[in-house]
Nanobody, 124 residues
Framework: QVQLVESGGGLVQAGGSLRLSCAAS????????LAWFRQAPGKEREGVSC???????DYTDSVKDRFTISRDYANHTVYLQMTSLKPDDTGVYYCATDLIPGTAFCSYVGMTSWGKGTLVAVSS
């Protein structure tokens, strides 16, 4: 059974930075693609960034050039480095996977395992 645990959230002023971590455990986690989602108060959850098995990243337009996703295969951890944070980035950030291994591309569809989330609050 795959488990995902997020950490690194907190309160930061606009323009600041945070690095989120998603620690994955379970069979085959190093071969799976993973994604970061966020849910702002009163809004639907949205895909923010994802990374394939081979390390190919993708970003939603609103975070391009500000966020960087990466993965540490040895430690089974995916990171989301967030810079130039804006109040609109506020929300609970979740890590998720669709348990599909060996992919060259990542996806935001069909997630089957989710972490419990970490809160990011950006003040103006």
């Amino acid at each position: 059974q795959v488990q995902l645990v997020e950490s690194g959230g907190g309160l930061v002023q606009a323009g600041g930075s945070l690095r989120l971590s998603c620690a994955a455990s379970g069979p085959g986690v190093s071969t799976m693609r993973l994604a970061w989602f966020r849910q702002a108060p009163g809004k639907e959850r949205e895909g923010v960034s994802c990374i394939s098995t081979t390390g190919r990243p993708d970003y939603t337009d609103s975070v391009k050039d500000r966020f960087t996703i990466s993965r540490d295969y040895a430690n089974h951890t995916v990171y989301l480095q967030m810079t130039s944070l804006k109040p609109d980035d506020t929300g609970v950030y979740y890590c998720a996977t669709d348990l599909i291994p060996g992919t060259a591309f990542c996806s935001y569809v069909g997630m089957t395992s989710w972490g419990k989330g970490t809160l990011v609050a950006v003040s103006s």
